[in-house]
């Protein structure tokens, strides 16, 4: 009898043990969730989103590692991200953040804002005016929000938010020439967005080697400002929507 419960204990120290291997090797060289705290994003991500990065899209860093454990030098199997990727990456100036943006610039990209109107070496970024988003403010108040639909030099297309119309604080800014191995990253939600137009930066480009992956697909919504338990503000309208 001893010698069956030993066994059984054994066996199933094992089952957990590759369990967790196994879960850890995924989450390290494949897919990882996050989940987004901000609006930055909006409207193509809502605070309370869950999604999955592809961790083998761009190749390998010390920041794909648990904790950032310095163990690969540098980056390996490269693949350089796209404009219009939703990207996330670790902060440059605090590693242990996580943020997530849209690469707008790329290396040698030259990326300015002026009167709300995206400039990308010198030629402006074509934009069209789409229903207005309605957007809930702090006070729980819904507010109609001016909505474009902006085209990238590469043909991506994506929804951009302008709360304050072309006026707001990074509406205007001096132009920024992107260096060698960084990337240009801006929110969707333009005048809500802590991002690399910023006149006192956290960050101004981000490294390729901070980036951490590609944002593929949501596998759970929920409206965070709600009770855990309020089932009806799941947004099961978003359930695995892929993200563009």
């Not at 991002?195 to 901070?210: C, G, K, M, T």
């Amino acid at each position: 009898m001893q010698k069956k419960k030993t066994g059984g204990f054994i066996d199933t120290f094992k089952t957990v043990f590759w369990a967790v291997v196994i879960a850890l090797f995924v989450r390290t060289f494949a897919y990882e969730p996050f989940n987004i705290p901000s609006g930055s994003m909006i409207p193509s991500l809502l605070v309370g989103d869950y999604l999955f990065v592809s961790k083998f899209s761009y190749g390998y860093s010390k920041h794909s590692l648990p904790f950032s454990l310095p163990l690969i030098p540098n980056r390996i199997l490269t693949t350089e991200p796209k404009q219009g990727d939703v990207v996330v990456f670790k902060l440059p100036s605090d590693p242990s953040q996580d943020y997530i943006k849209r690469v707008i610039g790329l290396p040698g990209d030259t990326v300015q804002v002026i009167e709300g109107r995206l400039h990308i070496n010198g030629v402006v970024a074509p934009r069209e005016r789409i229903g207005d988003y309605i957007l809930t403010d702090g006070t729980g108040q819904a507010i109609a929000v001016p909505q474009y639909m902006e085209i990238l030099p590469n043909g991506t297309m994506h929804p951009i938010l302008e709360i304050f119309g072309d006026q707001g604080p990074s509406d205007n800014t001096d132009p920024f020439t992107v260096p060698a191995d960084h990337y240009f990253m801006m929110g969707d939600n333009r005048d809500n967005s802590a991002d690399s137009r910023a006149f006192s930066p956290r960050f101004r480009f981000v490294p390729l080697e901070n980036l951490v992956g590609r944002a593929e697909f949501l596998f759970y919504s929920k409206d965070s400002s709600q009770p855990i338990y309020d089932f009806s503000s799941i947004r099961f309208e978003r359930l695995f929507k892929g993200v563009n």
